[in-house]
DNA sequence: GGTGTATAGTAACACTATAACAAAATATGC
DNA sequence: GCATATTTTGTTATAGTGTTACTATACACC
C-alpha cells in the first residue's frame, strides 16, 4: 500500500464537480465566491495543469472582461488563502488543489518534461519537515516542496531522451 | 544529536576562505573561474544573505563594472550549475552554498520576519523525499525544499508580532 | 437611506529573466 | 607563433512576473 493520501474526489479532473463543492464550501463558510473569483477559479480548473497568472488573464479577456494583472492577483491570493489553489513557486503557475475541504501540506511531482504537475500528500515528508524544523527551533508558516523531474510516463516513453517538449 | 549535517568549514560565514576554496577548486577542476565569475561570487558570499540578481548587478556596477543583467544570471547558472551557489525560487535570491565541494541536496529555512535563510541538509528528508518520488515512479532530478516560517531568533525576540520587517 | 467595509477597476510601474547577435578572450592543433 | 574552434562576455532589446496607488463600485450593517 502506498504512502500517500489517496483521493476519493479527485475534483481537479471534473471542474464542474469542483465549481459546486466551492459554492456549497464558501456558501457555508459565510465568505464570498464572486463572480470574478468563481471564473478564475474555473479557467484553473479547467486549465487541467498549472496555469500562469497572465495565461489566467489573457481566458479572462477572451471571455469579454477587460481585466489588469493585479485583478487576477488578488483573486489568486484570496484561492490561495482559502486553500483552493496552490502556487508553484518553481515554475510561477496555479493549480487548484484537489482537496481543498483538507487542511493539508502537499508536496509536488512536476515533470520538467510534459510540464504536468502531480500533487501528494507524504505523511513521512511532513513529519520529516516538522522534526527537522524543530531540530532548528524553525516555527513553521508553509512548508514547500517542488520535486523537479521526470514523472512515470515520460520516464516510461522515454521522451525525455529526444528532448522533452513542454505540451 | 541533531539530525542535520554540522560543517566544520562554514565557508559562507568567511568569503575570504570561501573565495580562495573556490580558486582551488577550479583551478584542480581545469573549470574557468574568470574574473567576472570570482567578483560575482564575492559580492554573494559578503551579502551574509540571499541576494537578488538585481542587486547582484548593482554591486557588479559600484565597482566600475558596466553590466547588463544577462551577464549576471549567465554567472549565476555556473555557479548553480558548479554547486557553489544556490537558488532560492520563493523569494527569487541566490546564496552561496556552505559546503560547495560536497555534493548535497539541501533545504532551506527561510524566515519571513528578518529575511534570513538557513541551510539544512537533513538525510531524513532526502530519504522521504527518495522514498515518495520512488513510489510514484517519479525521476527526481532537483528536488526543492523552502520551508518558510520565523527563525528561532524572531520567534525568541518575538519581533513577528511587531510587524516582522525584513532587513 | 446612510455609513463603513470589502471587492474590483484603472493606470502606471517595479522586478525578474531571456533572446539574438557581436566582440573579445581563451584553448587547441599545427 | 599562428590560424582556428570554443568559450566567455558585451550590447541591445524584449519577454515574463508581480506590485503600488488611487478610484469606483458593490455589499453588509445599522
Ligand atoms: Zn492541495
Ligand atoms: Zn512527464
Ligand atoms: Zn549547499
Ligand atoms: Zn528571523
Chains 1, 2 share one sequence.
Do not use: W
Amino acid at each position: 500500500m502506498s504512502v500517500f493520501a489517496h483521493h476519493t474526489h479527485d475534483y481537479a479532473s471534473d471542474p464542474d464537480a469542483a465549481l459546486e463543492a466551492a459554492d456549497q464550501h464558501f456558501l457555508k463558510a459565510g465568505v464570498r465566491f464572486t463572480p470574478l473569483r468563481r471564473r478564475v477559479f474555473e479557467i484553473i480548473l479547467r486549465a487541467g495543469k498549472p496555469i500562469g497568472a497572465y495565461d489566467i488573464l489573457e481566458r479572462l479577456r477572451d471571455h469579454g472582461k477587460i481585466a489588469a494583472p493585479i485583478s487576477v492577483y488578488r483573486v489568486l491570493d484570496f484561492l490561495i488563502e482559502q486553500r483552493f489553489v496552490h502556487r508553484l513557486a518553481t515554475i510561477n503557475a496555479y493549480m487548484a488543489c484537489v482537496t481543498p475541504e483538507d487542511p493539508h501540506a502537499a508536496q509536488f511531482l512536476i515533470c520538467q518534461c510534459c510540464g504536468s504537475v502531480t500533487e501528494i500528500s507524504d505523511p513521512v515528508m511532513d513529519k520529516a519537515i516538522a522534526d527537522g524544523a524543530k531540530t532548528a527551533n524553525f516555527q513553521v508558516s508553509y512548508p514547500l516542496v517542488e520535486i523537479m523531474g521526470i514523472c512515470a510516463d515520460c520516464s516510461k516513453a522515454g521522451k525525455q531522451a529526444k528532448g522533452c517538449k513542454k505540451s
